[in-house]
């Protein structure tokens, strides 16, 4: 195995699956798995289901004896796979409801199609009532149906009102604001109150200290790409700034710190809601989604958990359309990797009060910035969650880009 990577054997979705409230069969030892079993077990340990692993699972549960399937039908693992079919729907139908429709309509019409050949028409789970501030769960609610025919059937969900804290439920994850000319803004999703410790060991990071998100903000799931930019700039007759790749959908690069929260400032004069470049701390307390360890997904990562040079330099960034990355628990893609990511804090070297305290972007002073999360082009070890590096405000390269934050209260605690 290499060094730095996960054995595939060990990831799972995003979270852990629901219990389900059928029984288990008795009549199954967890030692001896049916083929049927087996054969779910490898399917749930992927990262990701393609067309073609959902076409594969088919052909080989088709040739299964119908014993084995009915059997199956009693288990554990199937609870566990409609939990994740469950969850999919769900994230499929919140991203169709925000124009992403392309290809959000094809995942959720396969994977109907899929549970439904297997014989899964109603996951047998009964999920407790969820809200924003509950770690954001994927599940729906109890007053929602479980029948996953039903939950495709509602139609598209566009929040009229916009990003706002009453206008997001578990169901509609994710809002965009409209900024004119039937044109949405970044997709966003709020981000749960929780405490946290924050920096790491070594020199240039904050030193080790709890942190407390006592309030509600929303960050964008993506960088912000180069479309979205330049929409800004064709609004404010801006020069386009020069990219390495062909797309709109790639995050835009060779943005200063100044871009950036000109950008911002668009934003919130086109929507009146309050759009900035998150503070240093907002950065890494989503960055973590909760975790303690070097990265969101553990002391380790690999090549499914971000963008970045492991074996080879990598010469560009991924597009927000692939989704082929593992996405952090808080919903958020290319945290760590993919371009570098400006920040609103000016620089200090490891006052990790200074550096919590610097909410105000626009403050003068040092002209260094915060850069976080590291690029396609560097190693492992400059995607830590604690690790930082500093870029005089002025400059923009290949490499760095940037996201946004909409900012409901403003208020951030030292413990």
Known sequence: MLVGTENPADKRPSSEPLPVTQPVSSTVSTLQASPAQTL?????????????DLEKFLQQWHILSSEHKDRAMSTIEIGQLANAITKQVLEERALSGLGDTGKSDQKLSQLVQFADRIGITQPPTTLPEQTVTAELADEPSSD???????????????????????????????????????????TMVIIPTEKLVMGAELEVEQAKHDIHIDYQFAMSVHEITYGEYR???????????????????????????????????????????????????????????????????????????????????????LPKTD???????????????????????????????????????????????????????????ALHSAARTKLAGRLADNYTGFRVVQEFQARLQEQ
């Open 144 to 186: 929602i149906k479980n029948d996953i025919t039903a939950m495709t059937s509602s139609g598209k969900k566009n929040n009229a009102s916009g990003c706002t804290l009453t206008s997001i439920t578990p169901q509609t994850a994710y809002c965009r604001d409209d900024i004119g000319g039937n044109i949405k803004g970044p």
């Open 231 to 317: 929409e800004f700039c064709v609004r404010t007759q801006r020069d386009y700034p020069v990219q390495p790749w062909a797309g709109k959908d790639f995050p835009v690069v060779n943005v200063s710190w100044y871009d950036a929260v000109a950008y911002t400032e668009w934003l919130s004069e086109l929507t009146g809601h309050a759009y900035r470049l998150p503070s240093e701390a907002e950065w890494e307390y989503s960055a973590r989604a909760g975790a303690t360890t070097n990265y969101p997904f553990g002391n380790t990562i690999s090549a499914f958990d971000a963008v970045y040079s492991a074996n080879k330099i990598l010469i560009a960034p």
């Open 40 to 52: 779910i077990q490898g399917f749930l340990n992927k990262n990701k289901w393609s067309e073609s």
């Open 323 to 381: 989704r082929s990355i593992n996405r952090n628990n808080f919903r958020l893609y290319h945290m760590p990797g993919n371009v570098r990511e400006w920040v609103a804090d000016a620089w200090h070297n490891n006052d990790a009060t200074s550096a919590m305290k610097d909410l105000t972007q626009n403050a003068q002073g040092d002209s260094l910035r915060v850069i976080r999360g590291g690029s396609y082009a560097d190693p492992a070890s």
